[in-house]
């Protein structure tokens, strides 16, 4: 059984959980933002907002990399970043048949859920949005788990895992990370059923009823946010990739009736000014999947996501 081993307090608001967690068959750490009031004996819950992060970073990137803390120190909800692995991509592994660890998707929406709300006192109102590989993550936790989550944004990620050409880019990089890159869904043809159940474009008629935000570069050159001088990297590349992909997942949403909110831009890297841009923009919507329309401040109220580029995502 999952259970928390160890609590390390950053701040007032801020605390890192240590899960000792058996789908994953390790301790992993998750980082919380509690807000005004919290404490374990209180008699209310709190909303819940998901941040997840990229591939090849981990956990505290949102505090890392931006001002997350500052931006919801008002916000009356609780934010979780968990531990994902560097390649974990969201999923419960295949394991050509064996399953078993590493059972990421089972961690994130069974054992931290729950433990969340046993003894963190987390409610049942959630939100879920990520970068890159977390913006798969979110998109596909929503569509697997539908009612869990109010709200799903995706910033920069693969919404539509079996078009031509992305299985081998996905099996790639599980590879380039030292991975076996069948070890996560089997073979894309002869274990399609298993592509096919985590694929956000092919679960979108389960994403019905929730408010949605997708966005992504569909080019890979500089742009506006970028700063002056900034090196060209290959990973920016993923951009025209991200939004190959959104197109094709906004094509079924739309078919189903659903009408996310989309917002696909000309220029710009696969970096941190743009995910954080992209929250900013989301954050209504945030706000009110959660019911938490009056936490809203005004705009000049507001403290910006201040960031800076990041190899990661």
Same mark, same amino acid.
Request: charged letters at 20%.
């Given at each position: 059984?999952?259970?928390?081993?160890?609590?390390?307090?950053?701040?007032?608001?801020?605390?890192?959980?240590?899960?000792? /967690?058996?789908?994953?068959?390790?301790?992993?750490?998750?980082?919380?933002?509690?807000?005004?009031?919290?404490?374990?004996?209180?008699?209310?819950?709190?909303?819940?907002?998901?941040?997840?992060?990229?591939?090849?970073?981990?956990?505290? /990137?949102?505090?890392?990399?931006?001002?997350?803390?500052?931006?919801?120190?008002?916000?009356?909800?609780?934010?979780?970043?968990?531990?994902?692995?560097?390649?974990?991509?969201?999923?419960?592994?295949?394991?050509?048949?064996?399953?078993?660890?590493?059972?990421?998707?089972?961690?994130?929406?069974?054992?931290?859920?729950?433990?969340?709300?046993?003894?963190?006192?987390?409610?049942?109102?959630?939100?879920?949005?990520?970068? /890159?590989?977390?913006?798969?993550?979110?998109?596909?936790?929503?569509?697997?788990?539908?009612?869990?989550?109010?709200?799903?944004?995706?910033?920069?990620?693969?919404?539509?895992?079996?078009?031509?050409?992305?299985?081998?880019?996905?099996?790639?990089?599980?590879?380039?990370?030292?991975?076996?890159?069948?070890?996560?869904?089997?073979?894309?043809?002869?274990?399609?059923?298993?592509?096919?159940?985590?694929?956000?474009?092919?679960?979108?008629?389960?994403?019905?009823?929730?408010?949605?935000?997708?966005? /992504?570069?569909?080019?890979?050159?500089?742009?506006?946010?970028?700063?002056?001088?900034?090196?060209?990297?290959?990973?920016?590349?993923?951009?025209?990739?991200?939004?190959?992909?959104?197109?094709?997942?906004?094509?079924?949403?739309?078919?189903?009736?659903?009408?996310?909110?989309?917002?696909?831009?000309?220029?710009?890297?696969?970096?941190?000014?743009?995910?954080?841009?992209?929250?900013?923009?989301?954050?209504?919507?945030?706000?009110?999947?959660?019911?938490?329309?009056?936490?809203?401040?005004?705009?000049?109220?507001?403290?910006?996501?201040?960031?800076?580029?990041?190899?990661?995502?």
């Amino acid at each position: 059984m999952a259970r928390v081993v160890k609590e390390r307090w950053l701040g007032q608001r801020m605390v890192d959980i240590h899960i000792s /967690s058996p789908s994953v068959n390790a301790v992993l750490p998750v980082r919380l933002l509690l807000p005004e009031g919290w404490s374990k004996g209180a008699r209310r819950t709190w909303p819940v907002l998901y941040l997840l992060h990229g591939g090849a970073d981990d956990y505290t /990137s949102w505090t890392r990399m931006t001002n997350i803390a500052a931006t919801t120190e008002n916000m009356d909800a609780i934010i979780v970043m968990p531990e994902a692995g560097r390649a974990g991509n969201y999923s419960d592994w295949y394991n050509h048949g064996r399953r078993g660890a590493p059972a990421w998707e089972t961690f994130h929406t069974y054992e931290l859920r729950r433990l969340l709300e046993i003894g963190y006192r987390a409610g049942s109102r959630r939100a879920v949005a990520g970068l /890159s590989m977390g913006a798969y993550g979110a998109m596909k936790y929503a569509a697997r788990h539908p009612g869990m989550f109010r709200f799903a944004g995706s910033y920069s990620g693969i919404m539509s895992t079996r078009l031509p050409g992305i299985p081998e880019l996905i099996m790639n990089a599980q590879a380039a990370e030292g991975q076996d890159p069948k070890a996560l869904w089997g073979d894309p043809i002869r274990n399609h059923r298993v592509w096919k159940a985590n694929d956000p474009a092919y679960l979108a008629r389960n994403l019905r009823g929730m408010k949605l935000y997708i966005s /992504s570069g569909t080019t890979s050159r500089l742009g506006e946010l970028d700063p002056p001088g900034a090196p060209w990297s290959p990973a920016h590349l993923s951009e025209p990739i991200s939004a190959y992909t959104a197109k094709d997942l906004v094509a079924k949403l739309r078919r189903y009736g659903v009408k996310p909110m989309v917002h696909l831009y000309k220029d710009g890297t696969h970096s941190w000014p743009y995910w954080k841009r992209e929250f900013d923009r989301s954050f209504p919507m945030i706000l009110s999947a959660l019911g938490l329309e009056e936490d809203a401040r005004d705009e000049d109220d507001s403290p910006p996501l201040g960031l800076w580029t990041h190899p990661f995502g």
